[in-house]
């Protein structure tokens, strides 16, 4: 898992509630990833970030909402928006981003779990 | 449209005994394939990255290999232990648009019994 921290591990979250899952790093890198992962499924781009105050859509972005004003944290607001929130999300960051180099690695962070009660 | 297939979805082998997962792939322009190893409830953590020109790579008891003609890749293990058991995600980078983006397969859930 690196330098990269999410928290918390687990989070139940009430329908109609907004809940924002918290990701730090401390690698210096300036790239920052949300995916969601569901059984069965490949991962999912939410949003990502090349760089502080800049952020794009992923694949999956409805429902999300995220800001980067520092270039350690990345946090992730589930909204209520999302119709199907339970999974598990994982942060990653890359030194340089998805603009720049190919083979620029993604490290990850230990994830968390998101239940809808 | 882009797409990473892996097979078998899942495995059960013994303890000390080698096996091998496969992926396939439909993604074009080409760029990279990585391996990744997913312990359950955890982050995934790379194991290995090849490009184009590179057909066969290993990390310790791990050996990805990439034939670019056929886009088709392989993991062997060899030597199970149980710490292998995990999921196994291929995922390929291809460029389009201005950047790199990334396609995961579903894994391979391998488990290895004593």
């Known amino acids: 898992d690196g330098g990269i921290t999410q928290s918390p591990k687990y989070l139940f979250r009430k329908e109609g509630q907004n809940v924002t899952l918290s990701c730090e790093q401390n690698l210096n890198h300036d790239a920052m990833y949300w995916y969601r992962q569901d059984p069965g499924q490949g991962l999912r781009l939410i949003y990502y970030s090349q760089i502080v105050n800049d952020f794009q859509k992923g694949d999956i972005a409805e429902g999300y909402s995220v800001s980067r004003e520092k270039k350690e944290s990345f946090p992730l607001t589930v909204t209520s928006a999302q119709k199907n929130p339970t999974a598990f999300y994982l942060c990653?960051?890359?030194?340089?981003?998805?603009?720049?180099?190919?083979?620029?690695?993604?490290?990850f962070g230990p994830g968390t779990r998101l239940t809808v009660l | 449209k882009n797409q990473v297939e892996q097979s078998p979805q899942s495995l059960i082998i013994l303890e000390g005994k080698n096996c091998t997962l496969q992926c396939n792939y439909t993604v074009s322009p080409f760029s990279n394939l990585r391996w990744y190893k997913q312990d359950t409830g955890r982050g995934p953590v790379s194991l290995t990255i090849m490009t184009f020109s590179e057909n066969t790579k290993s990390n310790g008891r791990y050996t990805a290999t990439l034939d670019a003609d056929t886009k088709q890749s392989s993991l062997h293990i060899t030597a199970s232990q149980l710490s292998d058991s995990a999921s196994y995600i291929c995922?390929?980078?291809?460029?389009?648009?201005?950047?790199?983006?990334?396609?995961f397969g579903k894994g391979t859930k391998l488990s290895v019994i004593p």
């Open positions: 995922v390929v980078s291809h460029s389009g648009a201005g950047s790199y983006q990334l396609t």
């Open positions: 990653a960051s890359s030194i340089i981003g998805r603009r720049n180099r190919s083979t620029d690695t993604q490290y």
